[in-house]
């Protein structure tokens, strides 16, 4: 069992990614290829870049207090730890993003890709986007978002997807403020497990 904290546990503040878990470096070219190496807002110094595989542990740890926080989740750290590991092994699954302040992790987000055989182009869908209590109302989602939309653009990206709990609230007046709606589809879905 790995030994990550919950993410209810304030005595276990792990906001630093480890310097190495041992995980092989992909060979192969992610499915997003972002063509950016990121940004820096010189103002707040925030930097948005792909995430490398030896954060593993430190996604998962803002991963799994994304999960409380927005669903009471108590994902399994191991399974979740796979997952990631799992993108990093097999880059068109994915690709993870982070930003960080003086080099220390305050948000993370996954884009996967919806092809559209309508548009000959990629939906990028933002998944598990998560950032820290104390840096939210500061522009953080903003930044990420421009990020990912520059990213996006320049490969080809029709559009930028996601999903929201429908009782966060605060969540869908921040999509909305910055462009996102829910009017043209209703998301629904059947588990296979």
Known sequence: MTNLPHPADPSQPNTSFPASTGLPVPHSQPAVSPTTS??????????IRPARPEETEGLATLILAMAWESEGM????DTLLAGIRAVFNNPAL??????ELGQVP???TLITL?????????????QSLYIQPEHRGKGVFEQ?????????????????????????????????????????YHYMSKSLI
């Open 38 to 47: 990121g940004s820096t807002d010189d103002r707040t110094g925030l930097h």
């Open 94 to 99: 994915g690709t993870y993003w982070v930003a």
């Open 106 to 108: 305050i948000a993370c």
């Open 144 to 184: 990420i978002l421009h990020t990912l939309e520059q990213a996006a653009a320049s490969t080809g990206g029709r559009e930028l997807r996601l999903y929201v709990e429908k009782a966060n609230a605060r969540a869908i007046r921040v999509y909305e403020r910055n462009g996102f709606d829910g009017e043209h």
């Open 114 to 126: 919806e092809w559209s055989d309508w548009h000959n182009a990629s939906y990028w869908w933002i």
């Open 74 to 77: 108590q994902l399994n750290p």
